[in-house]
């Protein structure tokens, strides 16, 4: 049973309806109806000690903002502003109060810089290491809420930034690398990630795009949800890809293929949106003026599935991989999937 | 470091303020202003496995219930309508997929007989045992919403139902006697309790209270925050507290004082209301019409703290004792409390 499989059995035991419901499960927020003009934007996920993060490396205050920050990010992805967030903290019995303290400096920052309040939660003891559960609630015009279900064939697909440095610099830190000199930016892009709220609003605000989405799981599992939910596919040129130097210097030193962290690694909390290509100007303008890189690496289409378009190892022409889902799982088909 | 100071460190450390944000840290609910007339409550918690519940007892369905009708309870002690859940699931790697399936069936029956739609969430691995986060949105009239904070000294303090039967039932589970003939109605009140909703909507919609919250923590610390946040202190007649003949004869078993499961034993999830003397008649005949028993157990004064009225163990006349904050607590003071 994977994760998407275990979604689909959720949805699939609560199939009702409210008028109010605008947009239910399977987008990176919920949407709800608030007034004639403005909707509700509602996301929830979760930080799991040993799972999404680690003690040894990760600095309470630096958790503290990734906790705001990923969970932001769902929001910049529809286009929208955050406004309240609600933390269930689950702690061990004998946590550290300095910790806590630090951890709950980085949370304030974080929600202070992206607009946001702490308006409730909840404190449990969690037997077995920290567990973090944000649910932010934002607002956006309702007509300009951007889902995931808008891409089309003939669309072109856009990223933010660069795309991978988060997973090298997870990889960096579980290797003992990470004061590194030289590849700082990536380390960084692991444990303090900035969501594009900015960038986001104004991609949904100025119409420029069809879908968007923000990349978490790996651009092969999250763009592969965009093509399912929008009836479409896509090719990815892995030749457009945007990479860094120092991702180049990291997979060299490494003896690593950077396209892996780029196709597969996870928590990137880039945007990735579906634009028509005559918004190419306005785009790459719209890029200039916020100082985000924004680069086209692939068309959508009529066929199935994420193909990623590269040379042929021996040297030969291109060839197309499907490489559909092949990010980042929770569930990786394990004995489990047996089962059901 | 208790609870509530973990709780007062967050709030400290984000202190803003927005316009629609009503009611934020402290309450059942926040609320959240939706438009002119109505408000939005937001209310999250957390189950964990190994201390909210065991598995060893907790059929999945009756936990996939529970994880709804506790977080719906907090809805119906501002007196309001659950409309949206958002559900994080947090499941072992290689978690039984029929499980899934009972707790899934579960939760969907509770959704829909609270009348409540599951509109999002998150899904993750947790590598020590099962995590369940829900947050609810429900609405309720602006001007009808009921707080903790209302309680005003000379008011009546009310109950609903009987006190205790959750935690002496899970006693019986813990101490193996989860069949025990006679006392099913404290094992079904542990493994699956009914949130007050009607009971709370009535209240707040006649206007009987000033302030309202559920038992969750048991009943001297919950009335201990009430107290607090109103500015008010309380006596408790012992003599008045609703006991059920099924925990006498539990307490009578097992050697033990039923008062203390009904003093401070958790998630009865009845509910817990201050009104005015002159309410009496038209609580009871609510009380009446809806089939709930409500009972009148102590009254409210300007003197600080949750004082408790009893009979002098040597058969003297009637002592108080301070019982503030005696209920459950999560991080009650340990090492870390020296700490900080």
């Given at each position: 049973?994977?994760e ?7 949805a ?102 992206f ?8 404190t ?37 930034g ?144 994420v ?32 089962k059901?």
């Amino acid at each position: 049973m994977k994760e998407r499989e275990i979604i689909d059995l959720l949805a699939s035991l609560a199939p009702g309806k409210h008028s109010d419901l605008l947009v239910g499960i399977g987008d990176d927020c919920a949407v709800i109806r608030k007034n004639a003009d403005q909707s509700w934007l509602v996301t929830m996920d979760t930080l799991i000690e040993g799972v999404h993060f680690d003690l040894t490396w990760h600095a309470a205050e630096l958790l503290g903002r990734k906790t705001v920050a990923v969970n932001v990010s769902d929001i910049a992805a529809m286009g929208g502003r955050p406004l309240f967030v609600f933390l269930s903290l689950g702690l061990p019995a004998e946590f550290d109060p300095q910790w806590l303290t630090e951890f709950s400096r980085g949370f304030a920052a974080a929600c202070s810089e992206f607009g946001c309040l702490l308006a409730g939660g909840d404190t449990v003891r969690s037997p077995n290491g920290i567990m973090l559960t944000l649910t932010v609630l934002g607002e956006a015009e309702s007509g300009r809420v951007l889902l995931r279900s808008g891409a089309r064939a003939g669309d072109v697909l856009w990223v933010s930034g660069k795309l991978g440095r988060a997973a090298a610099g997870l990889e960096l830190c579980r290797l003992g690398m990470i004061g590194e000199s030289g590849l700082q930016d990536l380390v960084q892009a692991h444990l303090d990630p900035r969501p594009r709220l900015e960038l986001g609003r104004r991609v949904a605000q100025e119409g420029l795009a069809h879908a968007m989405m923000d990349l978490s799981d790996g651009l092969a599992t999250d763009i592969a949800h965009m093509c399912l939910r929008s009836g479409v596919g896509i090719v990815l040129d892995a030749g457009k890809l945007p990479v860094s130097d120092t991702l180049r210097e990291a997979a060299r030193q490494l003896g690593l293929d950077p396209l892996h962290w780029m196709v597969a690694g996870g928590e990137d909390f880039e945007l990735a949106f579906a634009a028509a290509p005559d918004r190419k100007g306005e785009l790459l303008a719209l890029g200039r003026d916020l100082g985000v890189p924004l680069t086209a690496v692939g068309n959508f289409d009529t066929r199935k599935g994420v193909r990623l378009l590269r040379s042929g190892q021996d040297g030969t022409g291109p060839v197309q991989e499907d490489i559909s889902f092949a990010g980042f799982d929770h569930f990786p088909a394990g004995d489990n999937a047996k089962k059901i």
